[in-house]
């Protein structure tokens, strides 16, 4: 769960992880994490270890996703970076960047391009499969019993009562990220009165999300363009 | 809120949601969970397949399991159809971002830093910001009428200002409040 992918909740350890808290690739653009890194390419010969085959990336993948309740990203940069050393911080911080730019949740991308850059659409696919499978059975199983259970009153209570913090919890991710709103490009204000029209034609109006990327995305694009002009 | 009565999903009506979540995978810029609000528009408000209860259960159940949040999408496909809903969302929703990310990843990280790739993400924060607060005020839809609920919701935004805590905590929390005053 990265900063606006899941970011559902706040970094266990934010000093090991700022991308996530604050988002700075995303917000203020992928300068923010400049200061980091060096015009090398990912995975040049700096990280101290490789992963060996595929499998091993599966099981690494793996591992690390049933430990992430609430957020993958930061657990995935502590055994990457910390336990394995299949990657340096800065090689981390730069995929990361790459994985905020494309549509797909950003931790999902991040597996995607590692795993690629190790052993191409098999390491690839050997990472996505970590990342998702053995998770993906859990809610499986969780689903079944919500299915079952669903018309006993205590669990269709309890339900709601963790529907609130659900809400409660992504309602928050989004408030963190407002202050790094103030560093964007087009201006604190502008990209305010942004998130403002997109919280109206998007929750109230309930405006399709392809015009409102279409529109309301495009236009803000282009202002950026203009005023990043050199 | 009292939810409409549902509607079944039809053997004709796979083919529409699937091309809905292959469109919501390139549409999500910023992660899967900014795609929520338009998943419920689809699912809950236009064609009633589910209830707003069970569209904020399921990603409250997702929630309390290990893993990427994009697991949410599993568990509405789970809703919508057993095993092969489940099979369909998620596909569709992993399919296009999957091949776009293997395609393009050596391009986009060799011109990151120029002034389009730039200009793009700088554009899209701010919709990302509003995405996710929707989200949130959506999957909120079945607690405004219980003030017990309110107070889960606003209580939880607070911790989470002011503390670092475990989302896994206060979705037991949750529980526990809603078992008892839901």
Avoid at chain 2, 170 to 182: D, E, M, N, Q, T
Wanted: include cysteine.
């Amino acid at each position: 769960m990265a900063p606006p992918e899941t970011t559902l909740a706040p970094a266990a350890d934010p000093e090991r992880l700022p991308a996530r808290d604050e988002a700075p690739s995303l917000m203020t653009g992928t300068a923010a994490l400049d200061g980091a890194d060096a015009p090398h390419s990912i995975l040049d010969d700096d990280a101290p270890r490789a992963p060996q085959s595929p499998g091993e990336i599966f099981r690494v993948f793996t591992r690390l996703a049933l430990q992430g309740f609430g957020g993958v990203l930061p657990i995935a940069q502590r055994e990457l970076v910390e336990r394995e050393r299949w990657l340096t911080r800065e090689q981390f911080l730069e995929l990361l960047a790459v994985a905020q730019v494309l549509p797909g949740p950003n931790v999902v991308n991040l597996s995607l391009m590692f795993g690629d850059r190790a052993f191409g659409w098999r390491g690839g696919l050997a990472a996505l499969g970590g990342m998702i499978l053995a998770p993906w059975c859990v809610v499986m199983l969780l689903a079944v019993g919500y299915a079952h259970y669903a018309q006993h009153p205590v669990v269709a209570g309890a339900l709601r009562g963790m529907g609130a913090v659900a809400a409660g919890l992504i309602l928050s991710t989004g408030l963190k990220l407002v202050p790094a709103l103030r560093r964007n490009a087009l201006g604190g204000p502008a990209a305010m009165v942004l998130a403002l029209l997109t919280f109206a034609g998007i929750a109230l109006l309930r405006v399709p999300l392809v015009w409102m990327l279409a529109g309301l995305g495009g236009l803000a694009c282009v202002t950026a363009w203009r005023r990043l002009a050199p | 809120m009292t939810p409409a009565a549902t509607v079944p999903v039809a053997a004709g009506d796979w083919g529409a949601i699937f091309a809905q979540y292959l469109l919501l995978s390139l549409l999500s810029i910023g992660g899967a969970i900014g795609t929520a609000p338009e998943m419920h528009r689809f699912l809950v408000e236009q064609h009633h397949w589910m209830t707003n209860e069970q569209f904020s259960a399921s990603v409250a159940i997702a929630q309390a399991a290990p893993g990427p949040n994009l697991l949410f999408v599993a568990v509405l496909g789970w809703g919508l159809g057993g095993f092969f809903g489940m099979c369909v969302t998620m596909t569709g929703i992993l399919l296009p971002s999957t091949t776009l990310t293997l395609a393009a990843a050596r391009w986009g990280e060799a011109r990151r830093s120029t002034r389009g790739v730039q200009a793009f993400v700088m554009g899209m924060a701010p919709l990302t910001v509003g995405l996710v607060v929707s989200t949130g005020y959506i999957l909120g839809m079945t607690s405004y009428g219980n003030p017990w609920l309110v107070a889960t919701m606003v209580a939880t935004v607070a911790v989470c200002l002011r503390f670092k805590l475990s989302p896994l905590w206060l979705i037991a929390a949750g529980g526990l409040v809603g078992a008892f005053l839901g």
